[in-house]
């Protein structure tokens, strides 16, 4: 919008100069013709009168004193030619025979040259040949000024336009950045509620919103919050009750519904706090030390998971999120492939890829998407059953909290691959 809004301008303006530069240039043109013509009739009549009175022998000696801009004098014949078929050497021929045509019988005749040319013979008082060599102007030169007066006036209606389409515009992409900010961490900056009467009333309108989605997100987490200990109790109460069974069978069937309500409860409240913000602060981390370090951790844990590829260099990132995400993703692996391998990747402009790829039975194409759905589960014909249904949205919202794409894909041959892409996260200088 800046970009053509800048153009609209600077071509209305720019345009708009030229014509009135044409329009002054015509004119100019118009009253150097009339002009011309107006003196051509008035100074060659004069001209050829006090010729006509001076002695033949005095008149070579005049002249030089007789030569303007456009027509000279000569004592001769002059040279022979056709009628001029111009329309300015016809117009100075008329008027030649205008202003001496009476007493002085003319003939005028076109010379052939690169530019107009014409000359007008006649017999003076004494018989003596008398010529006009004539070389009609019609436009007056250019000053060697005004090419660079109008490139001033260029570059000047350029940076005006400029000027006044960034003045317009910003407010617009002031809005459009805050608006692309506003993700789930809802920390996008204020809009300042100053300037034109609709850009204040746009700025407080989007700030009035921000305060209402912020507001109604913190009471979904009091919500969510309130019901998770509210829950605890009751689940606290049943679990005491399920030890005192007696029936073995029972009670570890009790005992594993109420292990899944918990889970269910904490993921719950997890996910809500992803929606309502990601306090931590980025900082600078070693992402090939988090990655090894979670490897680890699943590997004592007794689980197959492999870590290939070197990141190589330091990042600021938010590193519990990222490492929260990592963890959703190879808790699916290692759940429904039994094996999970992490791999790295930095592209030439420096974006992280961190895959996680699993040999299990994938996901079908049209549900790729709907599994970051809270509390979206696959049937059986999916072959993914099983947990609470939010451990691949907590781990989308976190990544959109850190500008950071997750996506996911069937791989050739069976399995599915999770791709966490960091957007050019911050590079950190080694210490």
């Known amino acids: 919008m800046f970009l053509r809004l800048t153009l609209i301008f600077f071509a209305g303006l720019a345009v708009a100069q030229f014509l009135a530069f044409w329009a002054t240039m015509s004119e100019r043109n118009d009253v150097q013709y009339t002009f011309m013509i107006s003196n051509l009739e008035r100074e060659v009549s004069t001209a050829v009168a006090l010729l006509d009175r001076l002695p033949a022998a005095e008149r070579p000696q005049w002249l030089p004193r007789l030569v303007r801009r456009n027509y000279s004098f000569l004592l001769g014949p002059g040279v022979g030619g056709m009628p001029p078929d111009r329309k300015l050497s016809e117009e100075v021929g008329a008027a030649i025979e205008r202003s001496i045509g009476e007493r002085f019988p003319v003939s005028v005749n076109a010379v052939p040259d690169t530019r107009e040319h014409l000359q007008a013979h006649l017999r003076l008082s004494d018989g003596s040949p008398l010529t006009i060599d004539i070389q009609p102007v019609a436009r007056m030169p250019l000053s060697y000024w005004l090419p660079v007066v109008l490139g001033v006036q260029l570059v000047v209606i350029a940076i005006s336009a400029w000027f006044a389409v960034r003045l317009a515009t910003r407010p617009l992409n002031q809005l459009a950045k805050a608006a692309d900010t506003l993700g789930p961490d809802m920390t996008a900056t204020r809009l300042p509620e100053s300037g034109p009467a609709e850009v204040a009333h746009a700025a407080r309108a989007f700030n009035a919103m921000q305060d209402r989605i912020r507001?109604?997100?913190?009471?979904?987490?009091?919500?969510?919050?309130?019901?998770?200990?509210?829950?605890?109790?009751?689940?606290?109460?049943?679990?005491?009750?399920?030890?005192?069974?007696?029936?073995?069978?029972?009670?570890?069937?009790?005992?594993?519904?109420?292990?899944?309500?918990?889970?269910?409860?904490?993921?719950?409240?997890?996910?809500?706090?992803?929606?309502?913000?990601?306090?931590?602060?980025?900082?600078?981390?070693?992402?090939?030390?988090?990655?090894?370090?979670?490897?680890?951790?699943?590997?004592?844990?007794?689980?197959?998971?492999?870590?290939?590829?070197?990141?190589?260099?330091?990042?600021?990132?938010?590193?519990?999120?990222?490492?929260?995400?990592?963890?959703?993703?190879?808790?699916?692996?290692?759940?429904?492939?039994?094996?999970?391998?992490?791999?790295?990747?930095?592209?030439?402009?420096?974006?992280?890829?961190?895959?996680?790829?699993?040999?299990?039975?994938?996901?079908?194409?049209?549900?790729?998407?709907?599994?970051?759905?809270?509390?979206?589960?696959?049937?059986?014909?999916?072959?993914?059953?099983?947990?609470?249904?939010?451990?691949?949205?907590?781990?989308?919202?976190?990544?959109?909290?850190?500008?950071?794409?997750?996506?996911?894909?069937?791989?050739?041959?069976?399995?599915?691959?999770?791709?966490?892409?960091?957007?050019?996260?911050?590079?950190?200088?080694?210490?």
């Open 215 to 431: 507001q109604y997100m913190k009471e979904r987490i009091q919500i969510l919050a309130a019901i998770s200990h509210d829950l605890q109790t009751p689940i606290t109460r049943m679990r005491i009750r399920t030890d005192l069974l007696d029936d073995e069978g029972e009670r570890i069937k009790f005992q594993q519904d109420l292990t899944e309500m918990e889970a269910l409860v904490r993921e719950g409240v997890a996910y809500g706090r992803t929606l309502h913000g990601a306090a931590e602060a980025p900082r600078r981390i070693d992402p090939d030390a988090l990655l090894e370090s979670l490897v680890s951790d699943y590997e004592d844990a007794g689980a197959n998971v492999t870590f290939s590829g070197w990141i190589g260099m330091p990042i600021v990132t938010r590193p519990v999120a990222l490492r929260r995400i990592l963890a959703n993703l190879l808790d699916n692996a290692v759940k429904f492939s039994g094996a999970g391998e992490l791999q790295t990747e930095v592209s030439k402009d420096n974006r992280i890829s961190i895959s996680v790829l699993d040999r299990g039975p994938g996901i079908p194409q049209d549900q790729l998407e709907a599994v970051f759905q809270p509390f979206f589960r696959l049937d059986a014909a999916g072959q993914r059953t099983g947990g609470s249904g939010l451990g691949l949205a907590i781990a989308k919202q976190l990544a959109l909290a850190m500008n950071a794409t997750l996506e996911l894909k069937n791989r050739a041959g069976g399995g599915l691959e999770a791709r966490l892409v960091l957007e050019r996260p911050h590079q950190a200088k080694p210490a």
